[in-house]
């Protein structure tokens, strides 16, 4: 099933590259659905999952002179 996550994603991210933004949107119809159906079949609540990151990272302390640093 991440398998087919990845492929999906892949595939929405050259469509989104290559400007084919109908065939984006499908891709991205796709993603909701596979999403939605990893969640159900690893027994927790996507909606709950999103609310919570978007909960912390409202709270989390960005260090934003380290986002752009290139690792070595």
Request: hydrophobic residues 35%; aromatic residues 12%.
């Amino acid at each position: 099933k991440i398998a087919r996550l990845h492929n999906i994603v892949s595939q929405a991210w050259e469509n989104y590259r290559h400007k084919k933004m109908d065939l984006f949107k499908k891709d991205l119809k796709y993603l909701a659905t596979a999403l939605n159906q990893v969640s159900i079949s690893h027994n927790f609540s996507l909606e709950e999952s999103i609310l919570k990151k978007i909960q912390y990272n409202k709270n989390r302390e960005w260090k934003k002179t380290k986002m752009n640093e290139k690792f070595s």
